[in-house]
Antibody, heavy 118, light 106 residues
Framework: QVQLVQSGAEVKKPGASVKVSCRASGYTFTRYGISWVRQAPGQGLEWMGW????????NYAQKFQDRVTMTTDTSTSTAYMDLRSLRSDDTAVYYCAAEDSAGYYYDWGQGTLVTVSS | IQLTQSPSSLSASVGDRVTITCRAS??????LAWYQQKPGKAPKLLIS???TLQSGVPSRFSGSGSGTEFTLTISSLQPEDFATYYC?????????FGGGTKVEIK
């Protein structure tokens, strides 16, 4: 079955960068895209952006445009989300989500907690 | 497109009929999804294309709507349905989520 496994929790200092991975299995990775969504403690879901696993095209939320890079490694069926210049309000659980042919998020990773603290 | 969910929270009893509304800031097609999220877990896709129930999702869940107003209805609330529900629009970038509706036990 489809499974997305994310990397483990991270603690970072303000100004640092974090790279979260999302390894996919159970389907043809290059067929559709991967989106990244984050959730601050006690808050709602926030869409960060999308990458096509087929050709690497990306679409980022304007809020993150300057600080985020999403990539994929098709040889390992892994997606990555790199967030730079971290601030305390970047503390959140970061999720990857696999989309179906219509773009709906039919499967999600388990989430990666990123804590930004001095 | 901004999505406004109402109510932001509600208290209900097992067996109650529950309706959650998601209003879009501009008219859109039916590219709307509903997700259920339980504490400490990733969201789960319940409904796509405004009204298409995902495989394995109980039939007590239903979705409807078009234009700027969409609804998620739970016809008879069950104990396992206490969770937070989010709508999401996939009509245009940037994709956006509603603020969520927390369904609590009365």
């Amino acid at each position: 079955q489809v499974q997305l496994v994310q990397s483990g929790a991270e603690v970072k200092k303000p100004g640092a960068s974090v790279k979260v991975s999302c390894r996919a299995s159970g389907y043809t990775f290059t067929r559709y895209g991967i989106s990244w969504v984050r959730q601050a403690p006690g808050q709602g879901l926030e869409w960060m952006g999308w990458i096509s696993a087929y050709n690497g095209n990306t679409n980022y939320a304007q809020k993150f445009q300057d600080r985020v890079t999403m990539t994929t490694d098709t040889s390992t069926s892994t997606a990555y989300m790199d967030l730079r210049s971290l601030r305390s309000d970047d503390t959140a659980v970061y999720y990857c989500a696999a989309e179906d042919s219509a773009g709906y998020y039919y499967d999600w990773g388990q989430g990666t907690l990123v804590t930004v603290s001095s | 497109i901004q999505l406004t969910q109402s109510p932001s929270s509600l208290s209900a009893s097992v067996g109650d009929r529950v309706t959650i509304t998601c209003r879009a800031s501009q008219g859109m097609s039916i590219y709307l999804a509903w997700y259920q999220q339980k504490p400490g877990k990733a969201p789960k896709l319940l409904i796509s294309a405004a009204s298409t129930l995902q495989s394995g999702v109980p039939s007590r869940f239903s979705g409807s709507g078009s234009g700027t107003e969409f609804t998620l209805t739970i016809s008879s609330l069950q104990p396992e349905d206490f969770a937070t529900y989010y709508c999401q629009q996939l009509n245009s970038y940037p994709l956006t989520f509603g603020g969520g509706t927390k369904v609590e036990i009365k």
